[in-house]
Structure formats: structure tokens, C-alpha cells
């Protein structure tokens, strides 16, 4: 199975601040059909699970702009450009190139 | 508005079975494939168990392969989980998650908790 590693697990925030997670597989996301299957999910207490970006970079509908994603290959990065209120909870990464599919640990945004 | 929504999670004694349901809403039901993913306490996400669009295929995590089953009725627009053989391992929340192209599990249900215990 690949291995997903996110950094940091927990990570305080200001307000306003931007802030970025990593996220490294244990080889390489590219697909046979040359698409990397690599997503972000954010989980918020009481709230279904959220996905964010899908194959890197590519925002899901609804999401705001200040989430944004790249990388390519075994590493992986989530950038948040000014931290709100709403965007603390645990942030996964998660691959789906390769059966089974597998998740990051989470990393926890939290209020500095 | 799409929508899924988990139940069927309760206590249940080590070796017993539950069965986990998944009813959708909001969107063709027929049309996607379907996912369990599972949330330990204290732990990350974990893949457990999919099912084809029509049903005709199903693929389980080696942690739960021949004590689970997933399935679905399209015409009732619910996936089911039947879990067999349970153990402290198992508990946690349940999610529920539809895939559609290109590999995105775009909508979840907020899960339903499993709690293993005698």
C-alpha cells in the first residue's frame, strides 16, 4: 500500500496568516493514464468530510480560492492563503492513483 | 443537493454483526461508485470497502476482507455495510462517500459510530 506522510500533524495559525501543509507518498501519484489522483479533505466537527482539491491543484466546486494545491510525483503541498475562523479542523491528503486508496494522518489546524 | 446520510452504527458485543446503511439524495445514485471510509478514535481515515456503480463488482481493505460485506439497491438509492466477526478494531465512525470522474470523492456523509464492547 502507499504510504501517505503529512507535516506537520498539528499546526497553530493566526488569524489572517497564510499557512501550508505537506504531504509526501511512498512513491510516486503519477497514473498510468498521467493523471496524479492526489486530493485534500478537510473534516470540521459536525460537518461531513470536505473535499477541497482534487489531482493537485484543481479546486472543487465551491471552494475559495485562498486553498490552493501543488506538487507532483511522492510530494504535495496545501497553502492557505489567510486563515478564517471556519478553515480550522484536520486537513488529509489522500491518494487514489493506486488500490487501496490511502489517507495522510491529518493534520490539525488550530487557533495560535 | 446531494446529500448522504449514515446510520445503523451502535454498541455491539466483540464478534457480534451490524449492519451500516447509507441513503443518498440529490443526484443519480445509480450512476457512481461508492466508498466506506473509517475513522478510528484518535486515528486518520482508512479505506474499508467499494462498490461499483451497478453492484456487479466490490473491493474490501485486507483488515476487514471476509468479515465484511458492501452492497447496494439502486432502487432504493442506499449502500449498506454488513459487518461480521467485530472487534475493538472496528470501532470508530463510518463515512460513506460517492466517487465520481476523475477519482474525486466529492460529497461524504458526516458518519455514523461503531462502538465495539461487551
Known amino acids: ?112 | 443537493e446531494v446529500q448522504l446520510v449514515e446510520s445503523g452504527g451502535g454498541l455491539v458485543q466483540p464478534g457480534g454483526s451490524l449492519r451500516l446503511s447509507c441513503a443518498a439524495s440529490g443526484f443519480s445514485f445509480s450512476d457512481y461508485a461508492m466508498y466506506w471510509v473509517r475513522q478510528a478514535p484518535g486515528k486518520g481515515l482508512e479505506y474499508v470497502s467499494a462498490i461499483s456503480y451497478d453492484g456487479g463488482s466490490t473491493y474490501y481493505a485486507n483488515s476487514v476482507k471476509g468479515r465484511f460485506i458492501i452492497s447496494r439497491d439502486n432502487s432504493k438509492n442506499t449502500v449498506f455495510l454488513q459487518m461480521g466477526s467485530v472487534s475493538a478494531e472496528d470501532m470508530g465512525v463510518y463515512f460513506c462517500s460517492r466517487v465520481a470522474g476523475q477519482q474525486r470523492f466529492d460529497y461524504w456523509g458526516q458518519g455514523t459510530l461503531v462502538t465495539v464492547s461487551s
Not at chain 1, 471552494?63 to 497553502?79: E, I, M, N, R, Y
Not at chain 1, 479542523?89 to 494522518?105: E, K, L
Open chain 1, 1 to 112: 500500500d502507499i504510504v501517505m506522510t503529512q507535516t506537520p500533524l498539528s499546526s497553530p495559525v493566526t488569524l489572517g496568516q497564510p499557512t501550508s501543509i505537506s504531504c509526501r507518498s511512498s512513491q510516486s501519484l503519477r497514473h498510468s493514464d498521467g493523471n496524479t489522483y492526489l486530493s485534500w479533505l478537510q473534516l470540521r466537527p459536525g460537518q461531513p468530510l470536505r473535499l477541497l482539491i482534487y489531482k493537485v491543484s484543481n479546486r472543487f466546486s465551491g471552494v475559495p480560492d485562498k486553498f490552493s494545491g501543488s506538487g507532483a510525483g511522492t510530494d504535495f503541498t496545501l497553502k492557505i492563503s489567510r486563515v478564517e475562523a471556519e478553515d480550522f479542523g484536520i486537513y488529509y491528503c489522500m491518494q487514489a492513483t493506486q488500490f487501496p486508496f490511502t489517507f495522510g494522518q491529518g493534520t490539525q489546524l488550530e487557533i495560535k
